[in-house]
């Protein structure tokens, strides 16, 4: 009888199939959940790039302004640090902030960024592609209006990634 008892404890060592499937199961669901979170994941980290590019360059842009007294065709930057400002925009206005880590901006056609000056948001997003539709009276829904403002104000408006292929436009303003 003993060696019988003996003989089960035997068999009974190890996984069952069903225990191992179970385990196996719950291993999937996590590196499922994983790889769904690490798309959302980067893309928040490139929208934080993109909205720290733009506060240094609205930093830049004040600084310029406040150096020039309000008067945008008298801002210049020193040689050699100036990069050229993209979009609209309203004199000779140039920049003095390095444009790297934003690489990406530059590359996709409907993340770029864009400045003008004596406008203000309007809060609307613009319909169509944002290229188009960034520009003060450009019709369907602008994001630009000129009214109530001066010319030491401006936006700066730029796209950011949303999930799947939405961008989405935001606007800032002085």
């Known amino acids: 009888m003993l060696n019988k008892l003996q003989e089960l404890r035997k068999r009974d ?3 069952t199939i069903v225990e191992v499937m179970i385990v196996l199961a719950i291993a999937g669901l996590i590196l499922l959940i994983v ?9 928040n980290s490139r929208n ?5 590019f733009v506060a240094n360059y609205g930093a830049a842009v004040t600084e310029a302004l406040n150096n020039a007294n309000g008067n945008v065709s ?19 206005v140039t920049y003095n902030v390095t444009a790297a880590g ?15 000056n004596g406008a203000k948001c309007t809060g609307n997003t ?4 944002a290229n188009t539709n960034f ?6 829904s602008d994001v630009l209006t000129t009214t109530g403002a001066t010319p030491r104000n401006f936006v700066i408006v730029y796209a950011v990634e949303g999930t799947g292929t939405n961008v989405t436009v935001q606007c800032t303003e002085t």
């Open 13 to 15: 060592e190890g996984f």
């Open 74 to 92: 008298n801002i210049t930057t020193e040689p050699g640090t100036a990069t050229a400002v993209q979009g609209y925009y309203n004199g000779a």
């Open 48 to 52: 934080t790039q993109r909205k720290d």
């Open 35 to 43: 790889f769904l979170a690490i798309p959302a994941l980067q893309r």
């Open 126 to 129: 613009p319909t169509g592609t």
């Open 102 to 116: 934003a690489g990406d901006l530059a590359n996709i056609d409907t993340a770029r960024v864009y400045f003008r």
């Open 135 to 140: 520009a003060i009276n450009s019709g369907g």
